[in-house]
């Protein structure tokens, strides 16, 4: 299927620099950040809709996949071409397209990077709530397409409450638009299914979103335990006292100190645990709302808790907390991060669970999450090189997600399934729920060729990890 | 119904049993749906049993329309083929509550009221104040996507929407979603469901995301006068650091009619409605905040006690207003919040020159505008109005919908208005799911 004729014929549609196809080239578009070999047949860089359209025609003709990517952070291996084809990489369709702020509105190109739209309205007092750890780097498109979360969708939802409208090329070329920069357009709410489709319905290349107006004040806090199991006793009890900050987050030691280590945050390096807190709003609210707290985490057994005490001090908190991942990335060669999902009050019990598969398997797993919303990040530290400690890995990762079914919850918070965990899917649905499913993706992807082998189960290892358990970057 | 209809009635009997049937012709005549009687109403009391009647529909070719209270059927174009009522008010199980999990899972037959009440008890609520209020069941509020003034706040059912389990026309049972606050497993099909009317499956049981209730909520109103003075205020409260649950603009004969004490012909003026939530401290910061913005626009501001029954009649236009008029048209049209004004302008001069008495009830923060025609007009002129105000809407933008009607208005007009490039997409999922069209056939966007 690679054929220079192909890419003579993609070189006109997107021009000679907006193709790749050297070996060399394609190395660097093998992998995202779960890492997965696979390397596409082409790559091509898109600038208008309209290129999107053509080439998704003569992917067609050709019969060939298609796959969608964004910055390539992605921690499921959605971007991973895992049979080749053309990779579609939007890093040239970056434009703003429009800011409406009176309507608290804006119409971005998919890769807009995250960070960048909260920028550009920063000054006027607004933002882009969602906030997935990388977004320095991460694109809008690869957030609707993973439906992302972060730290802040605690108080306000993870993508898909934020995204109003899509443009969307079909895998025949044909371009809809779904939704409305208004709220209830009468008819089925389509945006709401292609946000969290991971590029196997269509390929999105316009995205309007909900800005948010940035609160009066803040208040971030750095309670401090010696004890794992009083942090997390302290997060449900936050949320009984009728709180919701705007982000509540875990990290245990062993992350804490590799982070402080890195980033010079200010992390104590003798504790057993931290949670980073933050609440917003009302300047009355939030100080009513922090003291309320600070008691919280001192009645379970706090050892000391500390409150930024400037927009620095927040900002470096922050600083490590999403730079944790990255962190680790210096003192282990690989590492593999779990998204699994429990209810908050299962929390103390979990972490204990964790602690049994760490030693079970002899591995060092390190907890870094939002507490808040029950969403884990177990990382497992391992060295690819060591393959006995690698097929531990894959074991330790299934009884840790094996435990989240069983209490209820779910294999993804935010990371999506994609190549990673779609085998995985028949642990939380029925034949019948996945059935449903496929005949959503028949009707829009009835061929396949979009982003094959992602979300939902291949059928080929039922109920285990795939993907390649190689790498493991920072994000 | 081509097969004898007493067959019919025995053989679902025998499904849910025989007092779960009912085919008195009153008790039918109560479940019409825009003047469709259907033969036999079935009320299943399992989830199993929802989906064994759907089977037998589907494999007898009958056509079903789910209900809960039945508050938000007014809303879609009249039945292409309706033999089965299917009321689900015996669904109305928790199936699992862990209050500090702030998550609860319910059967969709559970009144909101009921429902509130259970939450409340631990301090926590449901944020929505939907048409059809307390009366109104979970599934139905799910099912219409409805959303009323709280919105403005906490968004809408699409956002508390955790998980769902659904009977599919073919009658299985499916589950969407899950039970916890985060997932993004598979597809995320509670969306497709949240506002499909009952038109692709029958929410049996829901999931959701409960909040924790604020201690304390005040609601003020600003004496604008004109929509003009309005619009500033509007904008200043959005750029201010409140944060309001509720937010509507009442123009004048809306004002009237909800003052109750003034006759609609008489002009008090525009006036904004807030509502606030918080601490004491809090409420008294909001409280300062709007003296500010109402002395800087000279406009008179008033701290309301006991607001709640106007804003439930706020979130039941249509109820409410039957109680004093006969015929009601109910107009809902969602625009770009910054349109609001502009609408509701539009909406007098047209109702003026179609001498059609309109009150206008618009939550402006999120450009949602409810437009009540009052008197029994002559259809010819609501529907002039309907088709003129339609086009204004989508002038700004945005779309109109009827919500509530007389059938012989939607005979004319099609409730929904045009879909757009996606139309075909959604034709296409009913079809995937429901082949035989058993759901609710001809209710809903483009025939579905």
């Known amino acids: ?475 | 119904m081509t097969l004898a209809v007493d067959s019919v009635r025995t053989e679902l009997a025998a499904l849910v049993g025989q007092s779960h049937v009912l085919a008195d012709p009153a008790a039918c005549a109560a479940l019409a749906v825009d003047g469709k009687v259907p033969d036999c109403a079935v009320s299943p009391s399992t989830a199993e049993q929802v989906a064994a009647v759907l089977r037998y529909a589907s494999e007898h070719h009958l056509a079903l329309i789910p209900r809960g209270k039945g508050s938000k059927l007014s809303t879609g174009n009249p039945p292409r083929r309706y033999d089965v009522a299917l009321p689900l008010g015996e669904l109305n199980r928790v199936i699992h509550f862990e209050p500090a999990d702030l998550t609860i899972t319910v059967e969709a037959g559970m009144t909101f009221g009921d429902f509130q009440a259970l939450a409340g008890r631990n301090g926590l609520w449901l944020p929505l104040d939907p048409r059809g209020g307390a009366e109104s069941s979970l599934g139905g509020i799910i099912a219409a996507n409805a959303a009323g003034p709280l919105r403005q706040g906490f968004g809408g059912p699409r956002d508390m929407v955790l998980g769902l389990k659904i009977a599919t026309p073919e009658g299985k049972i499916a589950k969407t979603g899950g039970r916890v606050v985060k997932n993004v497993a598979g597809y995320d099909l509670g969306k497709l469901l949240t506002g499909s009317f009952g038109t692709l499956g029958v929410i049996v049981e829901a999931s959701l995301k409960l909040f924790p209730k604020p201690p304390e909520r005040a609601t003020f109103t600003l004496r604008a006068g004109t929509l003009g003075i309005a619009r500033d205020l509007r904008r200043s409260i959005r750029r201010s650091p409140l944060e309001p649950l509720r937010l509507v603009l009442l123009d004048s004969p809306a004002t009237a009619l909800l003052s109750d004490s003034v006759q609609v012909h008489e002009r008090p003026g525009a006036e904004l409605w807030i509502e606030v939530g918080g601490s004491h401290r809090v409420i008294e910061r909001c409280a300062y905040e709007l003296r500010q913005l109402a002395s800087a626009a000279g406009v008179p501001l008033t701290r309301l006690d006991g607001a709640e029954e106007a804003w439930e009649r706020v979130s039941n236009l249509a109820l409410w207003l039957q109680q004093k008029y006969r015929d009601v048209t109910v107009l809902k049209a969602a625009l770009p919040e910054v349109a609001s004004e502009e609408f509701v302008s539009r909406a007098q001069q047209e109702a003026e020159a179609e001498r059609i008495a309109l009150a206008s009830f618009a939550q402006v923060g999120v450009g949602i505008v409810h437009l009540c025609a009052l008197q029994q007009a002559l259809s010819a002129s609501v529907l002039g109005l309907v088709v003129r105000l339609r086009q204004a809407a989508a002038e700004l933008g945005g779309t109109l919908v009827i919500e509530h009607c007389q059938v012989d208005l939607k005979s004319q007009v099609d409730v929904w208005g045009a879909g757009g490039d996606d139309l075909d997409a959604m034709l296409k999922i009913k079809s995937a799911w429901d082949p035989k069209e058993v759901l609710a056939p001809g209710r809903f966007l483009g025939g579905i």
């Not at chain 1, 306000?156 to 025949?172: K, R, S, W």
């Not at chain 1, 429990?342 to 019990?349: A, N, S």
């Open chain 1, 1 to 475: 299927m690679k054929s220079k004729g192909l890419f003579r014929e993609l070189a006109r549609i997107v021009g000679e620099d907006g193709i790749l196809w050297r070996r060399e080239d394609l190395m660097l578009y093998e992998y995202d950040a779960l890492s997965s070999l696979r390397q596409p047949d082409v790559v091509t860089f898109p600038r208008t809709t309209e290129h999107v359209v053509q080439i998704a025609k003569l992917a067609l003709r050709e019969n060939l996949p298609l796959v969608a990517r964004g910055a390539g952070t992605g921690l499921s291996g959605g971007s991973v071409a895992t049979e080749g084809g053309i990779l579609l990489v939007f890093s040239r369709m970056k434009q703003i397209l429009e800011i409406d702020l009176e309507n608290q509105r804006a119409r971005v190109q998919p890769g807009v990077v995250n960070l960048d739209l909260s920028l550009a309205v920063a000054d006027e007092g607004y933002y882009y709530a969602p906030d997935p750890s990388s977004q320095k780097a991460c694109t809008i498109g690869g957030n609707v397409a993973e439906n992302s979360g972060g730290p802040h969708t605690l108080a306000y939802g993870v993508t898909t409450n934020h995204v109003l409208a899509l443009e969307v090329v079909l895998p025949d070329g044909e371009v809809i638009h779904t939704g409305a920069r208004h709220w209830d357009r009468p008819g089925y709410d389509l945006t709401g299914v292609f946000v969290g489709s991971e590029g196997t319905l269509g390929i999105v290349t316009e995205v309007t979103v909900r800005l948010s107006r940035k609160p009066e004040a803040v208040k971030t806090l750095l309670a401090i335990y010696d004890k794992v199991v009083d942090a997390t006793r302290t997060v449900a009890a936050i949320t009984a006292r009728g709180i919701t900050p705007a982000a509540l987050e875990m990290m245990d030691g062993f992350c804490l100190r590799a982070v402080e280590e890195a980033t010079h945050a200010g992390y104590p390096m003798d504790c057993a645990a931290v949670l980073l807190i933050e609440v917003e709003g009302l300047k009355e609210a939030v100080e009513e709302h922090a003291d309320e707290i600070e008691a919280v985490c001192r009645d379970n057994q706090a050892r000391e808790v500390r409150r930024a005490k400037s927009a620095e001090e927040r900002d470096l908190l922050w600083k490590g907390r999403k730079g944790a991942f990255g962190a680790l990335g210096r003192i282990t060669p690989n590492f593999y991060v779990q998204d699994g999902v429990i209810p908050r009050t299962r929390l103390p019990e979990m972490l204990d669970f964790i602690g049994t598969v760490e030693k079970k398997y002899g591995l060092h797993i390190g907890n870094i999450f939002h507490a808040g919303d029950g969403n884990l990040h177990p990382l497992i530290l391992y060295d690819e090189r060591n393959r006995e400690q690698t097929a531990c890995v894959v074991q330790a990762a299934k009884d840790i997600i094996m435990r989240c079914v069983e209490m209820g919850g779910s294999i993804t918070g935010e990371h999506g399934v994609g190549l990673e965990k779609s085998d995985l899917m028949p642990l939380i649905f029925s034949e019948d729920d996945l059935e449903l499913m496929s005949r959503i993706k028949n009707l829009f992807n009835p061929l396949g060729r979009l982003n094959p082998g992602k979300l939902l189960p291949t059928g080929k290892m039922c109920g285990e990890l795939r993907g390649g358990l190689v790498g493991g970057g920072p994000v």
